[in-house]
């Protein structure tokens, strides 16, 4: 890796994250932008994007155990 770090297999490289949150950012607003109170929005953005760390990270690690094992 760039800094020098080898990858333990816990986290999925950082801009899968930052794709996919940005991606589905976009998609939420094309839906939901302007139709919704802002602390709403906000509330909506916090659950999604814990819900997709914990999703992609759970996706990596099953298949880097499975590439492993």
Known sequence: MADGKVNDGR???WWVYVV???GCNLIKQY????KV???A????TV???AALIFG????YRSMS???RG
Request: hydrophobic share 65%; aromatic share 8%.
């Open 11 to 13: 986290w999925a490289p």
């Open 20 to 22: 996919l949150i940005v």
């Open 31 to 34: 839906f939901i932008g302007g």
């Open 37 to 39: 109170p802002d602390v």
């Open 41 to 44: 929005n906000v509330a909506i």
């Open 47 to 49: 659950v999604m994007v």
């Open 56 to 59: 992609i990270t759970a996706v």
């Open 65 to 67: 155990a499975s590439r």
